[in-house]
């Protein structure tokens, strides 16, 4: 097995598990224990993981969290639920940019069924979705892939998404605290900021959860967007903030399924 194959492997255990034993992945991959050792450091480095005595764990906090395949295993009957309140926004005919993540990963499945459409996306994930899709004029921004957001970020993403325009923007965001809204990673930031600012309106995609948590980067301010969705009605103290805003909140609850 090749190197990067080898290291995709120990993700994909590391996403399924949460841990990885070391003597279990040389046994496993039929390498030294130097070998992982190696791969694992460099794993490390790059923010997937962590190394512990004797293996690696993937946390459910912050930075570990970020990860594509991790996410996308989490929470998946609320991101429906917010996939389907997203697509009420979205009519026939529209150009629609949908930014990385696995939240906008759901709503890309969906968006066949509102064709015809044409969609803007860094997301892998919406992009492998859409390809062979009849109706969907497919527009995939490139860049540099990044395996950690499943997606295509850097200059040329940012440039491509500078020079068109759209009639809504989803962006999804891993926090949000009194009117400003984060995320981790400056590359994901300027990605997403582009997209902001190519489209005619914005939507705001957040599970509940993420509310009153903040991140490295200020992504935007609230007011920036016209509408956020979550999955469950959010705590008092987060409805009193949003409300000196004009943005509408809308709760994909329950009664969706």
Do not use: W
């Not at 891993?174 to 914005?202: E, F, N, Q, T, W």
Request: aromatic letters at 4%; a neutral charge; one cysteine or more.
């Amino acid at each position: 097995m090749k190197r990067d194959d080898r290291r995709q492997a120990i993700m994909d255990l590391l996403v399924a598990q949460r841990v990885v034993d070391l003597d279990e992945l040389s046994d496993r991959f039929a390498v030294s224990k130097m070998t992982i050792h190696r791969d694992l450091d460099d794993l490390e480095q790059a923010g997937m993981l962590r190394k512990v005595r004797g293996g690696a764990t993937i946390e459910a906090g912050g930075h570990f969290e970020s990860d594509f395949r991790f996410r996308q295993q989490q929470e998946g009957e609320a991101k429906r639920r917010m996939a389907e309140a997203a697509l009420e926004l979205v009519e026939p005919g529209m150009t629609v940019m949908v930014n990385d993540g696995s939240m906008a990963s759901v709503l890309g499945e969906l968006l066949p069924q509102r064709r015809p459409l044409t969609v803007i996306t860094n997301n892998a994930a919406v992009i492998d979705r859409l390809k062979t899709e009849s109706g969907i004029n497919l527009i995939a921004v490139g860049g540099r892939y990044s395996m950690k957001f499943n997606g295509f970020f850097g200059v040329v993403a940012e440039q491509a998404l500078s020079r068109l325009s759209a009639d809504i923007a989803f962006i999804s965001t891993p926090a949000v605290s009194g009117l400003r809204v984060y995320h981790m990673d400056d590359d994901v930031v300027r990605s997403k900021r582009a997209m902001i600012a190519s489209a005619a309106r914005r939507c705001l995609l957040l599970n509940h959860k993420r509310f009153n948590h903040t991140a490295l980067h200020v992504l935007a301010t609230i007011d920036e967007f016209e509408v956020i969705i979550t999955d469950q009605e959010p705590s008092v103290d987060v409805r009193a903030a949003l409300e000196g805003s004009n943005v509408q909140l809308r709760v994909a609850s329950q009664e969706r399924k």
